[in-house]
């Protein structure tokens, strides 16, 4: 699947602004830029773009997360909200103290990640596919130029909210990618003792990978990062499944904060 692995920056255009001037201040191509918005024919003349539009940015020169670019006046909230995710989850991972006080031009790491229209695909595909509601990938993609939710175009990359939790989020692997035995789980978490918790389960419920632990690098009220591996102990039914990521209540054992990522093996 094409799933876009490179640093990327989410950019909203300010008056004045070029395709190129954008592309020179993020180490981008303009071709590049061109090709991802469909800022072409027959979608929009070629390279035309306003103030208020939202660009997806590649940096060629370096692989990497999704950052969103503060504008002008913007506030936190209507982040946290554009990717479906809590306000303090967003501010935690960024180490954010006061969400209120933000300035323009700054990056914002955000739970997302890009992936390139296929020939073939429609939104409410992609959302299945993803697990992913189509009202929250429609709104990480608002004001987009070629952004439509009647037409799209194979090429075009959309923005896909990471499911996440208050205390949880889940950096790899991401979904909808495939997994194999001993694959790698890195993430940030808000946690009591800073442990986090995971297991692998197929579609028809077969537990793939037990329960096993790990500990992140901090414990709450700090969202720490944390690091952990997924040893198959039994072969999948299925060729899709899910990684459970979650914590566990320190009075009755339940769990908690549950992220479920759909993968493939």
Same mark, same amino acid.
């Given at each position: 699947m094409p799933i876009i692995m490179r640093k990327t920056y989410i950019y909203t255009v300010r008056p004045g602004e070029t395709v190129y001037s954008i592309a020179q201040r993020y180490r981008s191509s303009v071709q590049e830029i061109l090709r991802i918005n469909y800022l072409i024919p027959p979608v929009s003349d070629h390279g035309l773009i306003y103030p208020g539009n939202v660009l997806i940015v590649p940096d060629l020169s370096t692989a990497g997360r999704v950052s969103y670019i503060v504008n002008w006046g913007e506030v936190f909230n209507k982040i946290a909200f554009r990717f479906s995710t809590p306000l303090? +989850?967003? !501010?935690?991972?960024? !180490?954010?103290a006061n969400p209120n006080v933000i300035n323009p031009n700054q990056q914002i790491n955000v739970p997302a990640f890009i992936y390139e229209i296929e020939l073939g695909d429609t939104l409410a595909g992609i959302a299945n596919r993803f697990d992913l509601s189509l009202v929250n990938l429609i709104r990480a993609n608002q004001g987009r130029p070629g952004f439509s939710v009647d037409v799209i175009w194979p090429g075009y990359q959309l923005v896909l909210p990471l499911p996440t939790t208050r205390n949880i989020v889940v950096w790899n692997p991401l979904p909808g990618t495939r997994v194999v035995n001993g694959q790698r789980i890195t993430g940030q978490a808000r946690a009591f003792e800073a442990?986090?918790?995971?297991? +692998?389960? %197929?579609? =028809?419920?077969?537990?793939?990978?037990?329960?096993?632990?790990?500990?992140? %690098?901090?414990?709450?009220?700090? /969202?720490? =990062?944390? /690091? !952990?591996?997924i040893p198959f102990d039994r072969f999948p039914t299925t060729s899709?499944?899910?990684?459970?990521?979650y914590t566990r209540s320190a009075n009755d054992g339940s769990i908690q %904060?549950?992220?479920r990522t759909v993968v493939y093996f």
């Open positions: 303090e +989850l967003l !501010s935690g991972i960024n !180490s954010i442990t986090i918790l995971h297991q +692998l389960r %197929d579609m =028809n419920g077969v537990i793939v990978s037990n329960e096993r632990f790990t500990s992140a %690098d901090a414990g709450a009220p700090a /969202y720490g =990062n944390f /690091y !952990s591996s899709r499944g899910e990684l459970w990521v %904060d549950l992220i």
